[in-house]
């Protein structure tokens, strides 16, 4: 069954999503499909969305079969230059009733001023512990609280449990402040810009919309593009996703949240409801037969005996129910929570709880069902007990006195003969249910005499994918069924969390002290390197040359040290190194020093002071120490004071980094080896400690001053 | 009764207008009434029919389409009633089918109330036969006749639907001085645009105050109390619990209503019924503004507590609440329905009524035959 045909309280997924998107003042959509493409073509064309006066244009895309992920679709978008203006993405399991212009308009503002916003994604406010949030696979994310602009999205999974989250370091710098949010629905619904296909192309290994796009559009630092969020007040949007959500989906929409589009008024599927007391909706045009009903509405005395009841007499409608046209409700059975298609029959005392049952089942007597969903054409024999979590698939005959697990699956079993048929695209599948054919020996259930069924075990079919990291996890995906409170899951337990969280933070920590070391010692000896390195070197130091001789701009120059960073994967403090070291070795010595030499250095570090900054990260501290251990081992060695100074009143580094630094303990160069390099390092921190001491006297002076303001003694404080 | 197909122009536009009703584009009673109107004369004026049995047809059909999409706006069928009176009426006029058919007035008197009281079937019967005037029906010959014939005269009486219909907050309003005294103080509830212009009407007249209730979950009463204040009528903003407490001191209550109905009973703005209820406790009368065209020839079947129409339970819990969200129900109701006992009188554009004598109205208003669309 195609997901996006599957009917949500009797009408398909797909013709939510198009009111949805019709309430929201859309007139044109593309439906990009791939699977089964032919079906939702002739589905659209039968739809009441092609009539004339549907106020919405559908055109149906066909993608190539190499489409496996929103990613691809959104670069065969791109190839076939399919929008040309900025446009609305959705997915064909949305259920929402936002008003949509408001948004669009807050982002073609937004585009206005800043040409970078490319996106706006419309996020829900909710609950944690909301039925409609998925639990498993939810994110992480960080906005600034004035522009709601999204700094950092981190995708959370329930297993293996997220426990970590880590914020960039330098959004904090220029965001004073910042919301880390955790309670958000992602409604699926982004306003795209123009761009947004073609950094897909860009990209070619984006697959996910969040996981892979936003996340990497935002940690990215070539690409300079802004994602935005709108926080919904009003209104209710979110996905079908997984049966999790299409159970709490279809509660939503029984309990009216998608006002106007609830069974009662502007049904998506054109059934029209009645809708009463404690939220249940029964079908008007084909009256839905209830035995000796209490309500006025229809009643129904059986035809054999003609009599008062013996004992359970009256069916019992509880609330939140909606029950198909012409289904019959016999007598004593009990419906609470469910959705009924129609053409049901569902017989004397059965109950159903908290159920989903597709068009022309039938459920025998005396059967329970308990939060399932029950496919197209069932039948379910008498005394068959269905508990909670179970999906039975189309066509299936159960029963009678079966009795299933939770969380079974059930397909039709294969009639003999058929195999070879097959053609190669389902090949694939074929060896799936041989293998389940063949294991169905070890499973044992009770499935009744008359059972055509085909029972899917439990948990990952193949056993290695059981680790499989990620949201694909088997475990994860649990959270996403009907049913399922992942109680038993170990996630919870308080020893497993504070011990790993301990392994995992102090093995965080020493990896991030490690690369520091690494890249700080790489300086002195970067004789040290392989190829890949050597590589960089010389194309930072060729790029860094033309730059100078060419006159480049700071901003093209960035760039290009950028990508190539990018490139060859090194960290930012190699760039600053070469950087640094480049712009050390442009200073042309003058022989006697003096005033000339003095004007050398301001003439070349005002040019290109500013590209140590500009390179993706700053770090004034770590400047000056690259600058003395490159000052150290150079024949500028006379020079470091001047540069420093220099760059000091470029404002590169401020008089607090002089500071820190210069308490550091490498800045002392205690660790190196005695030689000329250690003297060398040793008489540059003089040279600061000097400055330093000019600083002190400056500041004493400005003290004794009273006009002074506030500013500077609060910096001192600190 | 077989109609013509209405041509594809007008249907789109009716197929547009049902959507949008569909979808709660339009909403209120004035306003979708308004819409049902335009689209019916768009209809009227390509529709093509020899007869007046097809016009009716057409008409008829347009309105179960747009009733359809949205049965819970009583005023599209009423308008759609009322532009099939007056069709009958000009029809007759202009065949001379003088027949009984007094012009709807507003004074009652009880010889007209047994001659307009009874079904008007005869005349119906008689049509047939009668019809032979200055207009000739099937005309082989030009079928088109009857139509060019008619339609500069239902023009016309569509036109004084539409003027009606935008004038009928003046009218209502017209009378409003009549109705307040001097420092009475007038308790109403939610914003009804007739209301408002009711009292702003009074206040050039009268010196009055006004309490008006916030009226959860819409809070609608804050944009009322704000439009009365500025107007200079002294207001009062209150929360919905001190209705009762207040009730004591008010002198009227005076409420606008969604849709009347014909047994006198209203669907009107949620926490009207606990006004109502709390000034029968205090013997305060209560007075509804309605306009005509919210007169419905219905009956409140079903949902006694609460009345028609349910809105999202947003209103009244936060989605964000996710613990309750599972384990309770929220019945949000846009209207409530009042009793006729609790109503003392209506104040329509066509003279003031008790709830009593509204079915008399509708029998003026609206053919028996079209009750059922």
């Known amino acids: 069954m195609l997901q996006c045909l599957l009917p949500v309280c009797n009408a398909s997924l797909l013709d939510w999503t198009f009111e949805s998107l019709a309430l929201a003042g859309v007139q044109e959509v593309f439906v990009v499909c791939r699977s089964h493409a032919e079906q939702i ?14 106020g919405m244009k559908i055109v149906p895309i066909v993608t190539a079969k190499e489409t496996f992920s929103p990613g691809d679709a959104m670069r ?22 936002i008003r949509l212009d408001e948004v669009v308009r807050v982002h073609k503002e937004r585009r206005k001023q800043n040409k970078d916003a490319i996106m706006t ?42 426990r970590i989250v880590k914020l960039p370091r330098e959004l904090q710098e220029n965001h004073p402040e910042i919301d880390m949010r955790f309670d958000f629905i992602d409604c699926g619904i982004d306003i795209c810009s123009v761009e947004v296909p073609s950094l897909f192309q860009d990209n070619f290994d984006y697959l996910d919309l969040r996981r892979d796009f936003v996340h990497g559009v935002l940690t990215s630092d070539l690409l300079m593009k802004n994602i935005y969020c709108y926080v919904a ?14 159970d709490s989906v279809s509660k939503d929409i029984l309990s009216r949240w998608t006002f106007p589009m609830v069974p009662d008024n502007n049904h998506p599927g054109g059934h029209s409801y009645e809708h009463l007391r404690g939220n249940k909706y029964f079908a008007k045009n084909h009256p839905v037969i209830l035995a000796r009903y209490l309500s006025l509405i229809c009643c129904y005395i059986c035809p054999i005996t003609n009599k008062m009841p013996k004992k359970k007499s009256t069916c019992n409608v509880g609330t939140n129910t909606l029950i198909g046209s012409s289904t019959q409700i016999l007598d004593g059975a009990e419906v609470h929570s469910s959705v009924i298609g129609q053409n049901c029959v569902i017989g004397p005392g059965a109950v159903i709880r908290e159920s989903y049952i597709f068009d022309n089942t039938c459920i025998g007597s005396d059967c329970v069902i308990e939060q399932s969903i029950i496919g197209f054409d069932v039948t379910v024999k008498d005394n068959s007990h269905i508990s909670k979590g179970c999906l039975i698939a189309d066509l299936v005959t159960i029963g009678p006195n079966a009795k299933l697990e939770p969380f079974d699956r059930l397909s039709v079993r294969r009639e003999a003969g058929v195999t070879g048929e097959s053609d190669n695209k389902e090949e694939e599948e074929d060896s799936d249910i ?27 079919l193949n056993e290695e994918e059981e680790e499989d990291e990620g949201p694909e996890n088997f475990k994860n995906l649990r959270s996403l069924r009907i049913g399922d409170d992942v109680s038993d899951l170990d996630i919870f337990d308080d020893d497993s969390i504070t011990s790993e969280s301990e392994n995992e933070s102090s093995s965080e920590e020493d990896s991030e002290l490690d690369t520091d070391q690494v890249s700080l010692t790489g300086g002195s000896e970067s004789s040290v390197g392989d190829a890949a390195e050597s590589e960089f070197q010389s194309e930072v130091k060729q790029s860094l040359e033309r730059a100078f001789a060419e006159g480049h701009s700071l901003d093209n120059a960035a760039v290009e040290l950028k990508t190539l960073r990018m490139a060859s994967n090194v960290s930012l403090t190699r760039v600053r190194e070469a950087v640094i070291s480049a712009i050390v ?87 190196e080896k005695p030689g000329t390099t250690r003297e060398n390092m040793k008489k540059c921190w003089i040279i600061v400690s000097h400055m330093i001491q000019q600083f002190n006297a400056q500041e004493s002076e400005s003290e004794e001053d009273d006009d002074t303001g506030g500013e500077e003694d609060e910096e001192e404080d600190e | 009764m077989s109609p013509d197909p209405p041509s594809i122009p007008s249907l789109r536009s009716v197929e547009v207008l049902a959507s949008r009703l569909r979808r709660r584009q339009v909403v209120g009673s004035r306003d979708t009434a308004l819409e049902t109107l335009l689209v019916l004369r768009q209809v009227i004026t390509r529709a093509k029919f020899s007869n007046i049995d097809q016009l009716v047809g057409i008409i008829r059909a347009v309105g179960r389409r747009l009733v359809e999409a949205q049965p819970k706006e009583h005023s599209i069928g009423n308008i759609v009633r009322k532009v099939l009176h007056h069709i009958r009426e000009e029809y007759y006029a202009a065949t001379g089918t003088t027949a009984s058919l007094a012009h709807p007035s507003g004074e009652f008197s009880i010889a007209k109330f047994l001659s307009q009281g009874q079904p008007r079937k005869h005349v119906l019967v ?41 004038t009928v907050y003046d009218n209502i309003a017209k009378n409003a001085k009549d109705h307040v005294h001097s420092d009475e103080i007038i308790l109403t509830l939610g914003h009804s645009k007739t209301v408002e212009a009711f009292l702003k009407s009074a206040a050039h007249y009268r010196n009055f105050t006004a309490i008006v209730p916030e009226t959860a979950p819409s809070y609608s009463g804050r944009d009322m109390a704000k439009s009365l204040s500025s107007s200079g009528i002294s207001t009062f903003l209150v929360p919905d619990s001190s209705i009762y407490a207040l009730m004591s001191r008010v002198n009227k209550v005076i409420l606008g209503a969604h849709a009347v109905l014909a047994n006198g009973g209203m669907f009107a703005i949620t926490g009207s019924l606990m006004a109502a209820t709390a000034a029968r406790a205090h013997s305060t009368p209560v007075v509804v503004c309605t306009g005509q065209f919210k007169l419905t020839p219905l009956w409140n079947l079903y949902h006694e507590y609460g009345a028609l129409d349910f809105g999202n339970p947003n209103d009244v819990l936060g989605f964000q609440e996710a613990d309750l969200v599972d384990k309770v129900d929220v019945v949000n109701p846009y209207y409530d329905y009042v009793r006729p006992e609790l109503i003392d009188a209506f104040i329509t554009n066509d003279g003031d009524h008790p709830p009593s004598s509204i079915y008399r109205l509708l029998k003026e208003t609206y053919d028996d035959e079209d009750n059922e669309l």
């Not at chain 1, 073509?41 to 006066?53: D, E, L, N, R, Y």
């Not at chain 1, 081992?633 to 220099?646: H, V």
């Not at chain 2, 005037?133 to 004084?160: H, I």
Request: hydrophobic content about 35%.
């Open chain 1, 434 to 460: 041989e293998e389940i054919e063949a294991r169905q020996g070890s499973i044992k259930r009770n499935m009744g005499s008359d059972s055509n069924a085909l029972i899917w075990p439990d948990g990952p």
């Open chain 2, 126 to 166: 008689q049509k047939s036969s009668e019809i032979r005037g200055t207009l000739r029906e099937d005309d082989p010959d030009d079928p088109d006749s009857f139509a060019k014939g008619l339609k500069p005269v239902l023009m016309e009486a569509l036109q004084d639907v539409l003027d009606e219909l935008e």
């Open chain 1, 121 to 162: 994604i419309v996020v829900k406010e909710c609950g944690v512990g909301h039925r409609t949030r998925p639990t498993g696979d939810s994110a992480v994310w960080f906005l600034d609280s004035k522009t709601s602009e999204c700094l950092h999205y981190q995708p959370v999974t329930l297993y293996p449990p997220t």
């Open chain 1, 76 to 97: 065969d978008i791109y190839t076939r230059g399919l929008v040309t203006k900025d446009f609305i993405l959705v997915m064909g399991d949305l259920v929402s009733n």
């Open chain 1, 585 to 671: 070795e442009r200073i042309q010595l003058v022989e006697g020093g003096g005033l000339p030499q003095r004007q050398e250095i301001t003439k070349v570090i005002n040019r290109w002071g500013e590209l140590i900054d500009r390179i993706g990260g700053i770090d004034p501290v770590e400047t000056i120490t690259l600058l003395q251990v490159h000052c150290a081992t150079s024949e500028r060695m006379p020079i470091f004071g001047q540069i420093l100074a220099a760059l000091y009143q470029i404002d590169v580094v401020d008089e607090d980094d002089i500071r820190t630094w210069h308490k550091l303990p490498e800045s002392r160069a205690e660790d």
């Open chain 1, 233 to 246: 007040k009003e209104g209710y949007a979110a996905r079908v996703k997984d049966t999790k959500s299409y």
């Open chain 1, 41 to 54: 073509k002739t589905v659209i064309k039968g739809s009441k969305w092609s009539k004339p006066g549907s």
